[in-house]
Nanobody
Framework: QFLESGGDSVQAGGSLILSCKASGVTYSHYCMAWYRQSPGQEREGVARIAADGTSAYADSVKRRFAISRDDAKNTLYLQMNDLRPEDSAMYYC???????????????????????WGQGTQVTVSS
């Protein structure tokens, strides 16, 4: 139901735009988020966005990444700028049904099993 795309291999300092297209769902009913996971690491929240556009970011990506959504296209985006080798990971879009598409402030502490997931798209940043 959620299909990510846009992952690639880039040099440090480069940019990428990830997309997550949903099908069979009413996008506006979901709090949407991007997570990432590196080999041997836990999956971590990167950014989240509510249906009204309210967004929040992990400290590690603030002022470099921008999350956005187009509910008419059922698509979530992640603009990633000034990429660093430590940003290398599999990136996943995630969704949680909430009243009004509001994102809980502590979304990133929720059990991973409480979210809907895409299959992931790989981002590799070389120095």
């Amino acid at each position: 139901q959620f299909l990510e795309s846009g992952g690639d291999s880039v040099q440090a300092g480069g940019s990428l735009i990830l997309s997550c297209k949903a099908s069979g769902v009413t996008y506006s009913h979901y709090c949407m988020a991007w997570y990432r996971q590196s080999p041997g690491q836990e999956r971590e929240g990167v950014a989240r966005i509510a249906a009204d556009g309210t967004s929040a970011y992990a400290d590690s990506v603030k002022r470099r990444f921008a999350i956005s959504r187009d509910d008419a296209k059922n698509t979530l985006y992640l603009q990633m700028n000034d990429l660093r080798p430590e940003d290398s990971a599999m990136y996943y879009c995630a969704a949680r049904t909430t009243l009004g598409g509001v994102c809980p402030a502590d979304l990133f502490t929720y059990p991973l099993g409480s979210l809907y997931w895409g299959q992931g798209t790989q981002v590799t940043v070389s120095s």
